[in-house]
């Protein structure tokens, strides 16, 4: 086989690494088709970063869409696996199809209360003030001064900022202007983190966490008893960075606070207050010492982490919440999958930044290509499939990728912002004008 075809579906950092590292390997024509649910690329990198990190977005201007500018590469947004093309379908018109559709479902803390209004997923959260499409329709109340995020991790830390940054540094962003316009009728003067494990454990990195230090008008409290000089505890370098952050927050003061952040380690939440409506959370020290304490608030986040969902036609571990697999090549109880792969957090769960996903790519194309050598792959034909989808609903294709992008530009230069994104599915095909790819 000197040729093939391969469908990667997700557009999203994991995909575009993907066509990155096929693009890259001489032995092989190879043609690529990019297929994305939504009509617009790129996945967390438009949806996940959060606004006011603007240069971990550039990689989607510098790298990623010169990928989808080569002859032998297809973006095909709108078009959702599952109910627009199927996994068989999939399988019977490519030479292998890579699976790169991320964790889109999230962990539940499992205790009473969880359930009531006022209680949301970060996942939730970063999808509404980001635009995702669908989230546009959600209701966060702001109107409680207090709000409680479970979890100290990066996407904590993001939220967290972007519940206390002053609204005119929120309105030079992307941030999606439903979002913007809640926020700034925000009443949340203070927000706490609740940590299960010390703030030796917390999975925050230390460049997030030193952002903290810059926030104009807000005050940082940090209740731990395990913080103590870095030097003397024997923790590797990582660890000590973020204890000297801590440290360093701690001894910060601000002359005329108006928000406040509060760490508070070792504390697990009980249950969830109110009848109708979150009115607090029930916590207590981890290790299970102490009474009961509740802190009042109107807003509760849980960022504990995310999950991959199931996808027909694949094998799934609930356990881990990954579709099954061994180094990328997907794997069922009679051996692997032959042509069908994953990468990204489908594949490992979610963990590691934007850049992780470059090394598991490569991990994965590799199988990929030794399949390719062994005669593993068909020699199937997608161009039918393609061409009779693009009769039953609009395709969105690069070029329809570049007028929304255009608009959007356009949109945020009148205004000062990077772009005002579009948040509506319709708005978005209306803007993306021809279906043609």
């Not at 024997?234 to 108006?258: M, N």
Request: proline content about 5%; overall charge positive.
């Amino acid at each position: 086989m000197n040729s093939f075809k391969v469908a990667v579906v997700g557009s999203g950092p994991a995909g575009m690494y993907a066509i990155q590292h096929l693009l890259e390997q001489t032995r092989f024509d190879v043609e690529i088709d990019l297929l994305e649910r939504l009509p617009t690329p790129w996945g967390l990198v438009r949806a996940g970063v959060a606004p006011d990190h603007p240069e971990k977005k550039l990689i989607a201007d510098r790298l990623f869409q010169f990928f989808l500018k080569r002859s032998n590469v297809r973006f095909f947004g709108n078009v959702e696996i599952g109910s627009d093309i199927s996994h068989d379908e999939l399988t019977a018109c490519y030479d292998a199809v890579i699976y790169a559709v991320g964790a889109s479902d999230d962990k539940p803390m499992a205790i009473p209360g969880e359930q009531l209004p006022g209680s949301w997923s970060a996942r939730q959260f970063v999808a509404w003030y980001n635009g995702h499409p669908d989230a546009r329709h959600l209701q966060f109340d702001f109107s409680s001064p207090r709000a409680v995020i479970v979890g100290t991790g990066n996407v904590a830390l993001d939220v967290a900022r972007m519940l206390t940054l002053p609204v005119g540094q929120l309105a030079r962003t992307d941030i999606a202007e439903h979002a913007l316009q809640a926020l700034q009728a925000s009443r949340v003067k203070e927000v706490i983190l609740l940590g299960r494990r010390g703030c030796q454990q917390a999975a925050f990195h230390n460049p997030e966490l030193e952002e903290l230090l810059y926030l104009d008008g807000v005050d940082i409290q940090i209740e731990a008893d395990d913080l103590s000089a870095p030097e003397r505890t024997g923790a590797d370098w990582d660890t000590r960075r973020k204890l000297a952050t801590l440290i360093r927050l701690q001894a910060r003061r601000v002359a005329t606070p108006v928000k406040r952040i509060v760490f508070k380690f070792h504390h697990s939440p009980v249950s969830v207050s109110g009848d109708t409506q979150v009115t607090g959370v029930q916590v207590r020290k981890s290790d299970g010492s102490g009474s009961l304490g509740t802190i009042q608030c109107g807003l509760l986040l849980r960022a504990i982490g995310y999950r991959g969902r199931a996808l027909a036609g694949l094998p799934f571990d609930v356990q881990t919440g990954v579709v099954s697999n061994i180094a990328g090549r997907v794997m069922d109880s009679s051996g692997p999958r032959t042509g069908v792969y994953v990468t990204g957090w489908i594949k490992r769960g979610p963990r590691g930044v934007i850049g992780s996903n470059k090394q598991c790519a490569a991990e994965t194309v590799g199988c990929l290509l030794e399949d390719a050598r062994a005669g593993k792959l068909s020699r199937p034909n997608a161009d039918a499939l393609l061409q009779g989808l693009a009769r039953r609903r609009q395709v969105v294709s690069f070029r329809g990728w570049q007028h929304i992008d255009r608009a959007e530009r356009q949109a945020g230069s009148a205004q000062r912002r990077p772009r005002i994104k579009q948040t509506d599915i319709g708005e978005l095909l209306a803007s993306a004008g021809s279906p043609k790819p």
